[in-house]
């Protein structure tokens, strides 16, 4: 099958690599004219596991292409998915104008028939919105699906290759036989392939997001109340967990959920709710939790230090919203970071892969070329994302860096009892709070 995806993010070029992988023909088209030059040259603008794998392969087999000009790269596609921002307006909703703009644009420019699939997290009645927008011009059929995605960043390729489930959203019987047909290779192990309306597939994604914010914030709470009760909330995990109702995932505590998607899916989806003139109080409160945690550990730090950070230096271990990822939006860390700056420190940071994008951001910061070099000196050590090889550090080097042995870990990685037999103050979330005295 011939494929177009018009977007090359994070979705749009797992999505068009993987189809490519497939056995498909893919053609992948973005208005951006030095990405699109760099992806012809065989550079992948963003880290995501396993894609360079997929996309070296398929690039030099000739089944993946890369171009800025959509109507070539829509030509003889059966397929055509929209894999573009929608970038949250300053009240909350989604911005829509670039899946709009790119709708107008096809229905000038088809010329056969072709399945249009909302592939990017939309709100509900967008693709009544798309259809119409293609129809103002088209001369030909043409249907309009919605599909939307389910990856998690650091385990896309896998998330795509192997989906839980495929939710397809269509009334169209012969755009349900191009879906069926597309993902065919992708459910042979009997996952299903889920048929809805279109508004209940855009509700379900965000659905599914907003329940996944809710379960973490919910988590964070629950250690919040054991830091006063003197509980320990990776006990009370492993206690509730187990129970088949609840599971095991996202259940881990810490200093808050960001990146892409799950801060603009609940605010998209609480915007939907006022503009239905529904009070959807749970995912308000989720929100403003959230925006809480983000800064947990703030408080202690500033105590620790008696309210005086002028001129002490912090290192950070980690940048990214999570592990496995150079994606640093709505990052916890990017938020303490410009507190302790605004505070007077100085930061000495160090993540794997998203010290390129913080510097875009935090020029005024010291990146370090290992994780050791940003505590050489420090006064504290801040952990904010669970990258494994902060895990299990040499605690002695670590001990002769720091001018303190103290850490503070919004990510819980070490064990409290383990902390006060090494020596440190350390605190961490929902659990007990580490405070040696006397460190000479």
């Known amino acids: 099958m011939k494929i177009a995806v018009v977007g090359t993010g994070y979705v749009g070029l797992v999505t068009g690599t993987c189809f490519a992988e497939t056995g498909n023909q893919v053609v992948c088209i973005d208005v951006n004219e ?80 072709a399945v249009v699939i909302d592939k990017s997290t ?13 129809a103002e011009h088209a001369k030909v059929d043409f249907d309009v699906v919605s599909n939307p995605e ?32 597309l993902y065919a290779p992708l459910v042979r192990q009997g996952n299903p392939i889920i048929f809805m309306d279109e508004r209940s597939a855009e509700m ?26 003197g509980a320990n909330v990776d006990q009370i995990r492993r206690g509730i967990g187990t129970d088949s109702r609840i599971g095991k995932r996202f259940l881990f505590a810490g200093i808050g959920y960001g990146g892409s998607c799950f801060p603009k899916d609940v605010q ?53 919203f999570k592990p496995y990822t150079d994606d640093i939006r709505e990052a916890p860390a990017l938020e303490n970071i410009r507190e302790l700056l605004k505070a007077g420190a100085q930061i000495t940071a160090y993540d794997p892969e998203a010290m390129e994008n913080t510097k875009k951001v935090f020029p005024e910061v010291t990146y370090c070329h290992t994780a050791y070099a940003a505590l050489d000196d420090a006064d504290a050590l801040m952990i904010f994302t669970e990258w494994p090889q902060f895990r299990t550090p040499d605690f ?14 919004g990510r819980n990685l070490y064990e409290p009892h383990t902390m006060k037999e090494l020596g440190f103050s350390y605190y961490s979330i929902g659990r007990e709070m580490v405070e040696i005295t006397d460190q000479s």
């Not at 002695?396 to 870990?409: P, R, Y």
Request: net charge positive; charged share 25%; with cysteine.
């Open 204 to 229: 379900t994604k965000y659905a599914a997001n907003a329940f996944l914010a809710m379960k973490i914030t919910f988590m964070n709470e629950i250690a919040n109340l054991c830091e006063k009760t």
């Open 34 to 113: 030095e990405k699109v030059k760099q992806l012809q040259n065989g550079k992948i603008p963003i880290y995501e596991p396993g894609l360079d794998v997929l996309f070296n392969r398929n690039t030099e087999e000739g089944r993946l292409k890369f171009t800025t000009d959509l109507a070539s790269g829509i030509e003889g596609a059966e397929a055509i998915f929209l894999a573009l921002p929608t970038p949250p307006d300053e009240d909350g909703s989604a911005d829509l104008k670039y899946i709009l703009q790119v709708a107008q644009q096809l229905g000038k420019i088809l010329s056969q028939y």
């Open 268 to 320: 998209a989806l609480a915007k939907t709710s006022k503009d239905h003139q529904y009070d959807f109080q749970l995912l308000n409160a989720v929100m403003r939790v959230n925006q809480q945690q983000k800064k947990k550990l703030l408080k202690p730090l500033f105590d620790y230090f008696k309210g005086e950070l002028e001129g002490k230096t912090i290192a950070v271990w980690g940048l990214a």
């Open 122 to 134: 939309v709100p509900v009645g967008t693709a009544e919105k798309v259809r119409a927008a293609i």
């Open 150 to 181: 389910f990856l998690r960043e650091g385990v896309a390729v896998e998330d795509f290759m192997k989906p839980d489930r495929v939710v397809i959203g269509t009334s169209s019987e012969r755009a349900k036989k191009v879906m069926e047909h």
């Open 396 to 409: 002695e080097k670590l001990s002769a860096l720091l001018k303190n042995k103290v850490i503070f870990d």
